[in-house]
């Protein structure tokens, strides 16, 4: 027997035969259950706790990133309630419809991770890992020089270093934005897919063709010369084909030059 997971179901139709069990929302109590977990350092902030639950729908993923930004900020969920809402009326003005929670509960989220990252380090770093599989990046490709240097040539400022570049990947997770899997080795960088895609539909076309010729750069500097054991392989090669499918050809570069988009080699946002 072989589990999937996935939010697309039209890979299970034709002559795909499975049988498909959805996966809702929290129930409220297990909403409610979720959001008082999270926060325990300051019991003052779950003050509001089952109104946000209510306004987020349950959602599990608007509720881990409210539930970060809470965490890591001096707000209660009354506070963050509050925000929520004129954020919520702002975006269904300009898009003439009422956006799912989680597409409002991101930018702030995003908005925290410049407040936790003074000159935009994580923020520069979440565009090269917006480009890549969500489901598995290898921490090496975010921590690679060519992508510590796009850091720094981003506005960031500051030092190149690995240092800086992991402290910018710690702030992402502390603001809910990805997921650090550490039971490796090698340290696994994860994403929600609808997270990536609304940092790169809010990202410049400028930004995601320099974005996305650092992480060009930073995978083909990771790849070993020799065939890499099969779950590393695996990884970079989503990563890659993540990559070519979210830029295209845009790095401009010629296949002989090993370029990203070459079919035989592996190839700061704005809210």
């Known amino acids: 027997m072989v589990l999937l ?18 996966v809702g929302v929290f129930s409220s109590r297990e909403a409610l259950s979720y ?4 926060l325990t350092a300051d019991t003052d902030q779950r003050l509001g706790a089952i109104d946000l639950v209510q306004d987020l729908r349950c959602e ?27 954020r919520r009326e702002q975006l269904a ?28 380090a994580a923020q520069s770093l979440l565009a090269l890992a917006v480009l890549l599989d ?36 710690l702030i992402l997770e502390r603001a809910g934005l990805l997921a650090i899997d550490q039971a490796g080795p090698p340290l696994t960088i994860r994403m929600s897919p609808a997270v990536q895609a609304a940092v790169r539909a809010a990202m410049p076309a400028r930004m995601l063709d320099r974005a996305a010729r650092a992480a060009a750069d930073a995978l083909l500097e990771v790849w070993p010369d020799e065939e890499p054991r099969a779950w590393s392989a695996g990884d970079l090669r ?18 002989a030059t090993r370029c990203c988009c070459a079919p ?5 946002a704005r809210a």
């Open 238 to 255: 989503s990563c890659a084909a993540s990559l070519q499918q979210s830029a295209g050809t845009c790095c401009g570069r010629a296949a």
């Open 35 to 38: 959001l008082m977990g999270r």
């Open 134 to 169: 969500g489901h598995g990046i290898p921490g090496t490709v975010l921590t690679a020089s060519a992508a510590r240097e796009y850091v720094a040539g981003d506005g960031a400022g500051g030092p190149a270093d690995q240092e800086r570049a992991q402290g910018a990947l």
């Open 5 to 22: 997971t996935t939010g697309n179901t039209a890979i299970l139709s034709g002559e795909h035969q499975a049988l498909a069990r959805p």
């Open 60 to 86: 599990p993923l608007a509720l881990a990133q409210a539930s970060a930004v809470i965490a890591s900020s001096a707000l209660s969920c009354r506070d963050y309630r509050g925000y929520f809402a004129r």
């Open 93 to 120: 003005k300009a898009a003439g419809d009422e956006p799912a929670a989680a597409a409002v509960t991101w930018t702030f989220s995003f908005e925290q991770a410049g407040r936790l990252s003074p000159g935009r």
């Open 264 to 268: 035989d080699r592996a190839w700061t």
